[in-house]
């Protein structure tokens, strides 16, 4: 597993990048209401007791339900996984368990430097990528866990 984190800037070719974001910014993405964006399936376990952060969600490959289940969004967005093991030199083999898009909109905080729910994406040893669309409206906070 990699223990670094890797920030990679710009490193799918434009023509791929502006097709995927036509394709997530589009009228045709299937996008779910989830209550909180740091959580899957819509659990709501709000432990440290903030607000949820409500977004729109659209999983399109997962292990658990026997791999693809958006099939065009997958293929088209694999490249990411594949260029970005590339770009650091990863050689050993992987395979992708779950792949998901977020909808997140801007919020407003009280207090700016409150984070999101923190939480582990998954309890097995992976490699996690965010990738932007386009702009963030904030800093991606990483914790040491």
């Known amino acids: 597993m990699i223990d670094d984190i890797y920030v990679i800037d710009d490193f799918l070719p434009q023509k791929l990048a502006d097709q995927i974001e036509t394709m997530f910014l589009g009228r ?10 740091t959580y899957p399936f819509d ?13 729109c969600s659209s999983t399109y490959y997962d292990d658990r339900f026997g791999g693809p289940i958006e099939p065009v969004l997958f293929f088209a967005t694999i490249p990411i996984v594949h260029m970005g093991l590339q770009k650091i030199n990863y050689k050993e083999d992987y395979k992708p368990f779950r792949m998901r898009s977020f909808l997140q909109f801007p919020i407003k ?18 490699i996690a990528f965010l990738y932007y669309v386009n702009d963030s409206d904030g800093d991606t906070v990483l914790f040491n866990q």
């Not at 045709?28 to 964006?37: G, T, Y």
């Not at 659990?43 to 977004?55: L, R």
């Open 28 to 37: 045709d993405m299937n996008w779910k209401l989830i209550m909180d964006v």
């Open 43 to 55: 659990i709501t376990k709000n432990e440290s007791n903030k607000k949820q952060i409500p977004a």
């Open 109 to 126: 905080r009280d207090n700016p430097e409150e984070y999101n729910n923190i939480h582990v994406d998954d309890n097995r040893p992976h």
